[in-house]
C-alpha cells in the first residue's frame, strides 16, 4: 500500500471509530470548548503537550492506536477538517505516512529554520510612501527585470517571491512587458543602483515560465505565474525563500514591500515597504468595473493615519506580495518574523489616493504551485 492509500484508509478508520464511539467512550476526548488549528492543547492545562492538527496531519495516532484529544469537528462534522491534539512527536512520525507538499506551513519553517530571524525587527521604523527595509526583513523579495542587449541595462518593471530554491511566484499580467519577458530574476539587493549591499545578492536567468491556464487579461483573473530559475539559489539570511498561506486570511492588517514608483511619481531603486489593511470585497468592488471573484481575490489599502499621504503599492511592485509577520514555535524554538505570503499584487486605480488595491489570493492555488514545483 502506497503513501497516499495509507492515508486515505487511515483516515476512514478515524471517522469509523468516531462513529461507532459515543464522545464520551474510552480513548476519544473532546474539549470543553472549540480550539483552532495551531492552538496549544492538552488536556491537563499545566502541559501544552502539541497543537491542533487537521487528522489528515497527525494519522500516527491512529497507526499507534493512541487516545484521540478532539479540539473541534469543523464545519463538516467528523469530516478531514476535524482537529485533534497532535504532539510533536506524533505529528513528525505522521510526516513519514503523509505525503505533505513542500508547501506545508511546518515543512516551511523546519527547512530554513536556521536562516530565520531570531530577533524582532522594529516594525514601527517605516510603494508609495513607503520606507526603506531593514536587512533580513524581506529575503525572499526579488526583482524581475529585462536585460536590454544594445546596452546591457536592466529595466526592473515587476517584483516577486522566492518560494522554493528555484521557483519565483510573481503575477501573470508581469510576464509580458512591451511586447518581451523577462529575462532575469535578482535576489537579496535592497538598492537596485549601489554596490554596497551587492555581496550577497543572487541574480539568475530564467528557466522558463508558467503562468496559470486560467489567466485572463481582460479580466484580471487568475492573474498569478511561477518563474523557474536557471539554477538554484544558495539559502542565506540574505536570501531565503517565504511561507505560503494556505487557509482562511488569518488577520487582516499585512506589510507589503517592492521596487515601485515613490510618493513623486519616480521609479526607486530601492526595496520599500507600506503597511496595509483588508478591505471588505462589496467596498472594493464600487472602485471597479471588472467583477472581482471573492474566492480568488482580495482587496487592501493603506491603514495609517498618523501619516500625510496613503501608504501603498504601486507600478513595479506588481507581482510582490501582501505578507503577515508570523511568530510561531517549532521544535521549541520561538521564530519572529517569519514572512508568510498571503496575496500577489494584481492591478489597482492610481497609486496612494485611497483606492483598494485588488490581489489574487495565493490559498486558492496552492494545488496548482504544488502541481508546478514539485510534479
Not at 505565474?225 to 539570511?237: C, E, K, S
Request: proline fraction near 3%.
Amino acid at each position: 500500500m502506497d503513501c497516499q492509500s495509507l492515508k486515505s484508509f487511515l483516515v476512514v478508520t478515524f471517522f469509523s471509530v468516531f462513529n461507532a464511539l459515543t464522545l464520551d467512550a474510552v480513548g476519544i476526548r473532546r474539549y470543553p470548548v472549540d480550539l483552532f488549528e495551531n492552538d496549544y492543547c492538552g488536556l491537563n492545562p499545566s502541559v501544552y503537550s502539541g497543537k491542533c492538527k487537521r487528522v489528515t496531519k497527525c494519522i500516527n495516532l491512529l497507526v499507534e492506536k493512541k487516545d484521540i484529544e478532539v479540539c473541534s469537528f469543523g464545519e463538516s462534522y467528523l469530516g478531514e477538517d476535524t482537529l485533534i491534539c497532535c504532539s510533536r512527536e506524533d505529528f513528525y512520525k505522521s510526516r513519514k505516512h503523509n505525503k505533505d507538499g513542500v508547501l506545508d506551513y511546518d515543512n516551511c519553517l523546519l527547512r530554513y529554520k536556521h536562516l530565520r530571524v531570531k530577533e524582532t525587527v522594529d516594525l514601527n521604523k517605516f510603494v508609495i510612501n513607503g520606507v526603506e527595509v531593514e536587512p533580513f526583513e524581506f529575503s525572499h523579495i526579488a526583482a524581475i527585470g529585462w536585460l536590454k542587449w544594445s546596452d546591457f541595462s536592466v529595466a526592473w518593471n515587476c517584483g516577486g517571491n522566492l518560494i522554493t530554491e528555484s521557483f519565483v511566484m510573481s503575477a501573470a499580467h508581469c510576464m509580458m512587458v512591451d511586447g518581451r519577458k523577462p529575462n532575469v530574476v535578482r535576489l537579496g539587493d535592497i538598492d537596485l543602483k549601489s554596490n554596497l549591499d551587492d555581496l550577497f545578492v543572487q541574480q539568475f536567468g530564467i528557466h522558463s515560465i508558467i503562468k496559470h491556464p486560467e489567466y485572463s487579461a481582460f479580466t484580471n483573473q487568475n492573474d498569478i505565474a511561477l518563474i523557474r530559475l536557471r539554477g538554484n539559489v544558495i539559502p542565506t539570511m540574505h536570501v531565503v525563500p517565504a511561507c505560503l498561506n494556505s487557509g482562511k486570511v488569518p488577520t487582516e492588517y499585512f506589510e507589503g514591500a517592492g521596487y515601485g514608483q515613490d510618493e513623486n511619481g519616480l521609479q526607486t531603486n530601492k526595496l520599500l515597504k507600506v503597511q496595509l489593511k483588508l478591505v471588505e470585497m462589496n467596498t472594493c468592488q464600487k472602485s471597479y468595473e471588472l467583477q472581482l471573484s471573492e474566492a480568488t481575490q482580495i482587496c487592501a489599502e493603506s491603514y495609517r493615519e498618523d501619516i500625510e499621504f496613503p501608504q501603498d503599492l504601486c507600478y513595479g511592485d506588481s507581482g510582490s506580495a501582501l505578507q503577515y509577520m508570523n511568530t510561531d514555535i517549532v521544535e521549541g524554538e520561538m521564530f519572529y518574523k517569519t514572512p508568510t505570503l498571503v496575496a500577489i499584487t494584481s492591478f489597482g486605480i492610481g497609486c496612494g489616493f485611497g483606492i483598494p488595491a485588488v490581489y489574487v489570493n495565493v490559498s486558492n492555488y496552492i494545488h496548482w504551485i504544488e502541481s508546478i514545483i514539485s510534479p
